[in-house]
T-cell receptor, first 115, second 116 residues
Framework: GAGVSQTPSNKVTEKGKYVELRCDPI?????LYWYRQSLGQGPEFLIY????????DSGLPNDRFFAVRPEGSVSTLKIQRTERGDSAVYLC?????????????FGSGTRLTVV | AQSVTQLGSHVSVSEGALVLLRCNYS??????LFWYVQYPNQGLQLLLK??????LVKGINGFEAEFKKSETSFHLTKPSAHMSDAAEYFC??????????????FGEGTQLTVNP
């Protein structure tokens, strides 16, 4: 596609529920990143995929968070047993090769609210 | 570990005035440097980046930034503010890595208000 697409744009869920957030990167971009942006703060790195594999998942806050990219294109961020502290905007970005000198294209994000 | 400090969480200027948004970084080696802009309910848009070469970098919408190694700074400027510049601005750094992915480390952002 022309840009990075994230769905849904907004998600409200109850504490303890499971949620999935989807990211559709730019066609041909092999690198895909997930970031989390809490209110009033800058985005924080969660996980990076190169192709189908998670090359760096050191930013995932705990084992309730998991992400997949089975065919090297669309990625899904999965959050189990959601907590109110998970409320944030989840941003996805893709890059042609992953090298930071290329820069990244960000999606508009999914605003997750846990009530 | 890398870190980014943006001085001033809120900056207010008059339309037509100089815009100066400050960014200092901490890194063991000079990193790649970026400025992103975020409009309400939108994703981050790259304004400009410094990777190598000329230390004065020009970006979109009339913005520019200068990498000063001695000051570990990468301040963003625009000679004349426009109402449409009102947004949140983020400074970010990453490792100088070309062959594998490298995460961005962001500052906390500066909200720019432009007054008529």
């Amino acid at each position: 596609g022309a840009g990075v697409s994230q769905t849904p744009s907004n998600k409200v869920t109850e504490k303890g529920k499971y949620v999935e957030l989807r990211c559709d990167p730019i066609s041909g971009h092999t690198a895909l990143y997930w970031y989390r942006q809490s209110l009033g703060q800058g985005p924080e790195f969660l996980i990076y995929f190169q192709g189908t594999g998670a090359a760096d998942d050191s930013g995932l806050p705990n084992d309730r968070f998991f992400a997949v990219r089975p065919e090297g294109s669309v990625s899904t961020l999965k959050i189990q047993r959601t907590e109110r502290g998970d409320s944030a905007v989840y941003l996805c970005a893709s890059s042609l090769k992953g090298a930071s000198s290329y820069g990244y294209t960000f999606g508009s994000g999914t605003r997750l609210t846990v009530v | 570990a890398q870190s980014v400090t943006q001085l001033g969480s809120h900056v207010s200027v008059s339309e037509g005035a100089l815009v100066l948004l400050r960014c200092n970084y901490s890194s063991s080696v000079p990193p790649y440097l970026f400025w992103y802009v975020q409009y309400p309910n939108q994703g981050l848009q790259l304004l400009l980046k410094y990777t190598t070469g000329a230390t004065l970098v020009k970006g979109i919408n009339g913005f520019e930034a200068e990498f000063k190694k001695s000051e570990t700074s990468f301040h963003l400027t625009k000679p004349s503010a426009h109402m449409s510049d009102a947004a949140e601005y983020f400074c970010a750094v990453s490792d100088r890595v070309e062959t594998s992915g490298s995460r961005l480390t962001f500052g906390e952002g500066t909200q720019l208000t432009v007054n008529p």
